[in-house]
């Protein structure tokens, strides 16, 4: 089990890397669409769209690691004070709500893009099927979801992670 749970750990840190890759490409098109249309006087084609559906991307593909680092926000007003037992079934409880919602988005998400697809939907400029876009998103949310129930397993594990830094072995 904690090999497979390694091997998913590398999956986000790769996902986490193409996100960064992304935000790159986001920030080359912007730089380039930028000295297109002030020095040359012709916009870059389908360069909003490049950005925009960067910028979706790059929040997908973050998301996995971002949960396995234990890096969402987390208030500890009472939680410092509550025995151990009680802020482990807590988290556990709050992993399994957000791997539930996270899945129950996909699902959702994926129908939108069947939907999308169905209609023929295409990006304006690029005509890049809005369906697909749609689809690699909810396959990126399903990757999160995953994220969120290995981390409810751990929290009952003894030697799990203790703090965010460790958390996920990454």
Not at 10 to 36: D, E, P, Q, R
Not at 52 to 62: D, K, N, P, R
């Amino acid at each position: 089990m904690s090999s497979a749970i390694n091997l998913f750990d590398k999956l986000c840190l790769v996902l986490a890397w193409l996100s960064g890759l992304i935000a790159f490409f986001v920030m080359a098109v912007t730089f380039t669409g930028v000295v297109m249309r002030y020095g040359l006087r012709s916009p870059l084609m389908g360069g909003f769209e490049m950005i925009e559906i960067g910028m979706g991307l790059i929040v997908f593909t973050a998301v996995p690691l971002m949960v396995r680092r234990r890096g969402n926000i987390c208030v500890t007003v009472l939680i410092d004070k509550l025995p151990p037992s009680v802020v482990r079934a807590m988290g556990f409880l709050a992993d399994l709500v957000g791997a539930g919602l996270l899945g129950f988005i996909a699902w959702r998400v994926w129908l939108q893009g069947v939907r999308l697809l169905s209609y023929g939907e295409v990006t304006m400029e690029l005509r890049v099927p809005k369906g697909l876009i749609a689809q690699g998103m909810s396959v990126l949310l399903v990757v999160a979801a995953l994220a969120f129930l290995i981390c409810a397993i751990e929290a009952f594990r003894p030697d799990r992670p203790k703090t965010t830094e460790t958390a996920g072995g990454l």
